[in-house]
């Protein structure tokens, strides 16, 4: 499925680097999501997006800093890193916020800290 | 937490044979929804299955929901090579919020 499209598809960085990670979405959904998936836990689900307003912040640290510029495009910006910030980095997207919407995922992105 | 907890962790079976896993969650819940991940992939949305529902088919899936147990099953009849993949379950609370809360998953092996 390409209705979900995030990229890069794999990122290695420094805990000082600035990078940023970009899901692109072309299935006319209203609602965006980042979540990190790290090996053995559950997926944690970071932001929402509705209408390109920010809705959830799900007790994210600050170094993770997302931005809607329009309901088709969400940026993950990384800043100040920590090896335990290594995970899958996955988008996904919704035709509402509410309830009973299926989410449609990207591949992901997966991020390794140095 | 209403986290959805899957059951076995890991399942191995033969091509052709049939595969069932367990979803257990611990709060009262709207809706629940099962999905798969192909190893390197995002998750793929299998099937919805609302708190008034019983059972739910789509192809060679079934989904039964029961909600005094708290606990869903998802059942892939004739399993085929392609199954391989990691399943989910997410559930929905049935007060406020409209989020899905993950499980860990169960990673099904089918071998040929």
């Known amino acids: 499925e390409t209705g979900v499209t995030q990229t890069p598809r794999h990122l290695v960085m420094g805990m000082t680097n600035k990078k940023s990670l970009k899901c692109e979405q072309h299935?006319?959904?209203?609602?965006m999501y980042w979540y990190k998936q790290s090996a053995k836990k559950p997926l944690e689900l970071m932001f929402v997006?509705?209408?390109?307003?920010?809705?959830e912040n799900n007790s994210v640290p600050s170094r993770f800093s997302p931005e809607c510029p329009n309901s088709s495009h969400l940026f993950l910006h990384l800043h100040t890193l920590q090896p335990e910030d290594s995970a899958l980095y996955l988008c996904?997207?919704?035709?509402?916020?509410?309830?009973?919407?299926?989410?449609?995922f990207g591949d992901g992105t997966r991020l390794s800290i140095l | 937490s209403q986290q959805g907890e899957e059951d076995p962790q890991a399942l191995s079976i033969q091509e052709g044979e049939n595969a069932t896993m367990n979803c257990s969650y611990k709060?009262?819940?709207?809706?629940l929804q099962w999905y798969r991940q192909n190893s390197g992939r995002g998750l793929v949305h299998l099937i919805l299955?609302?708190?008034?529902?019983r059972e739910k088919h789509s192809g060679r899936l079934r989904v039964t929901l029961d909600t005094s147990k708290k606990s869903s099953s998802l059942l892939i009849t004739a399993s085929r090579a392609a199954d391989t993949a990691s399943y989910f379950c997410?559930?929905?609370?049935?007060?406020?919020?409209?989020?899905?809360?993950f499980g860990t998953g169960t990673r099904l092996k089918v071998l040929a």
């Open positions: 996904a997207s919704s035709q509402e916020r509410g309830q009973g919407q299926p989410q449609h």
């Open positions: 299935l006319g959904h209203n609602a």
């Open positions: 997006y509705s209408l390109e307003e920010r809705v």
């Open positions: 709060t009262s819940i709207n809706n």
């Open positions: 299955i609302r708190s008034n529902e």
């Open positions: 997410a559930t929905a609370s049935s007060v406020g919020t409209y989020k899905y809360i």
